[in-house]
């Protein structure tokens, strides 16, 4: 075998990288959970001020600075020996109701991994992995990962990018919120559009306990894609979703059997391009890697045995949709995370 040094060394700093990443993740949930990074927010601070702000052990809180710094999440100042934040490492690691919220994704990356040892085995048997069966901090890291885009882009760009459901949704009509998780994307939908009505349904019924300790005013029911029910509904929503079903084309055809004949559904998806070469980007790495983890076992688990993956993309999403014989389907919007379609019957 003939190696190219010079590439190995790229690789090599590649490995480095992500390995320190990997190990940095623990630390960035800790530094949510501790309050580490509010408390540094308001202030610079030594190790043992910060420790003493947050009722934390120094020489601890001293270790993780240390890393936080080298790894670009923390600012350090050699003639002072005081660490701090930039307002924009405070923009993305303090405020999860924020639009970027950076300790919600890696506590969904940790819950996800606490699953290796069965996604191994699933890897040899080709068996699923229900939702239910991940850890907790799954169900939490997921709606705080999901949360924040949604609350930057729901009611302000992708609702609005579908044709004449906001002036519905002001007059007011029925909607379904299917496999709505913790209840993160009904609620801020209800809050928006009081005049309408909203019902909440996902398969894991930890997560609707959740939802409606949350939220009230809003009614969540345990059922899935398949199953729920209440309709007509005017408009039908699904975000993030889609591709954890079993049987997604037996989900779109009961949403269109709970629709109104003038009713919309819409579908919010991570973004994705049409071939897998278009998706090898650092937004593809993050899908793909969350998917052979959570989403195809998720899929595989259920009725159906089918699963589209997270970077499915727009075209196998039309096909089912028009399979399920939806007569209009179209991309309404996109960010740099999601792309949001309107499928019409």
């Known amino acids: ?32 959970r501790l309050g580490l990074y509010k408390a540094l927010a308001g202030s610079p601070a030594k190790p043992e001020e910060l420790a003493e702000k ?3 052990a120094p020489r601890y809180v001293e270790e993780w600075l240390r890393g936080q710094a080298a790894g670009g999440y923390v600012e350090f100042d050699p003639a002072t020996g005081e660490y701090s934040l930039t307002e924009e490492q405070a923009f993305a690691l303090t405020d999860p109701d924020g639009p970027i919220f950076a ?12 699953a290796s040892q069965r996604v191994e085995s699933a ?18 890291g997921c709606e ?17 990018a579908l044709d004449g459901v906001v002036g519905k949704l002001h007059r007011g009509i029925r909607v379904a919120d299917v496999g709505c998780g913790h ?23 930890g997560s609707i ?32 979703a889609l591709h954890d079903m079993g049987d997604p084309l037996g989900a779109a055809r009961h949403v269109l059997s709970q629709l109104t004949p003038d009713g919309t559904w819409l579908i919010v998806e991570p973004a994705a391009g049409s071939t897998v070469g278009d998706n090898l980007n650092p937004v593809g790495r993050v899908y793909y890697s969350f998917s052979a983890f959570l989403c ?5 688990s259920q009725e159906g045995g089918y699963s589209l993956g997270a970077q499915a993309g727009e075209e196998p999403i039309r096909r089912l949709v028009t399979d399920a014989g939806f007569t209009r389907f179209r991309r309404a919007a996109e960010t740099p995370f999601n792309i949001a379609y309107e499928a019409r019957p």
């Open 209 to 240: 306990d959740q939802a409606r300790k949350r939220t009230s005013g809003i009614r969540f029911e345990v059922a899935g894609a398949q199953t729920f029910g209440g309709g007509p509904y005017d408009l039908v929503t699904t975000f993030d």
């Open 123 to 140: 890897f040899r048997t080709g068996e699923g992995i229900g939702w239910h069966e991940h850890d907790d901090d799954v169900f939490a």
């Open 54 to 56: 947050t009722g934390t």
């Open 296 to 300: 195809v076992p998720s899929a595989l």
């Open 103 to 114: 300790p919600g994704a890696f506590q969904l990356a940790l819950g996800s991994l606490r």
């Open 1 to 32: 075998m003939t190696v190219d040094e010079q590439k190995l060394m790229q690789f090599v700093h590649r490995f480095v990288g992500d390995l320190g990443a990997t190990m940095a993740a623990g630390g960035i949930v800790i530094g949510d």
């Open 183 to 205: 209840g993160a994307s009904t609620a801020l939908m209800a809050q928006a559009f009081p005049s309408s009505d909203f019902t909440g349904s996902d398969l894991h019924a």
């Open 144 to 160: 705080r990962f999901f949360r924040p885009g949604y609350s930057a882009h729901l009611v302000a760009e992708w609702l609005p």
